[in-house]
Nanobody, 124 residues
C-alpha cells in the first residue's frame, strides 16, 4: 500500500521547536519532490515547504522562511519539517505530500499522494 504517514505534531509554546516526520512506503519516493502543506478550518490548503528529489533545491512560503527547514532521508524514505520559533499563526493541520512527477514544484496540484495530516498547535 502506497502511503505517507505524518507524526510529531502536538502542542508547543511559541518560540519553541517541533519536528514533523513523514514516513513514505509502498513505492520509491527518492525520484520525486516532497512537500509540506498546511490547512486551517475554513481556509484552503497552503504551501509551506518543498524539497527536490536530490534534496538540493528547497523553497519555502514567505511566512515560514528562516524558521522552518525541510529535509529528507531517501535511504529511510523519510521527510522532515523542522519548525523553529513557531508562532500561533502556524497552528494548522500539516500534511506531507509526494510529487506526481519527477520535477520540482510547489503547487499542490503537482502533488498526488497525501498523508492524513498531523495537528500542530502553537500557544502564545
Amino acid at each position: 500500500q502506497v502511503q505517507l504517514v505524518e507524526s510529531g505534531g502536538g502542542l508547543v509554546q511559541a518560540g519553541g521547536s517541533l519536528r514533523l516526520s513523514c514516513a513514505a512506503s509502498g513505492r520509491t519516493f527518492s525520484n520525486y519532490p516532497m512537500g509540506w502543506f498546511r490547512q486551517t478550518p475554513g481556509k484552503e490548503r497552503e504551501f509551506v515547504a518543498a524539497l527536490s528529489a536530490s534534496g538540493i533545491t528547497t523553497q519555502y512560503a514567505d511566512s515560514v522562511k528562516g524558521r522552518f527547514t525541510i529535509s529528507r532521508d531517501n535511504a529511510k524514505n523519510m521527510v522532515y519539517l523542522q519548525m523553529n520559533s513557531p508562532k500561533p499563526e502556524d497552528t494548522a493541520i500539516y500534511y506531507c505530500a509526494a510529487g506526481r512527477r519527477p520535477f520540482f514544484s510547489t503547487s499542490n496540484t503537482d502533488f498526488n499522494l497525501w498523508g492524513q495530516g498531523t495537528q500542530v498547535t502553537i500557544s502564545s
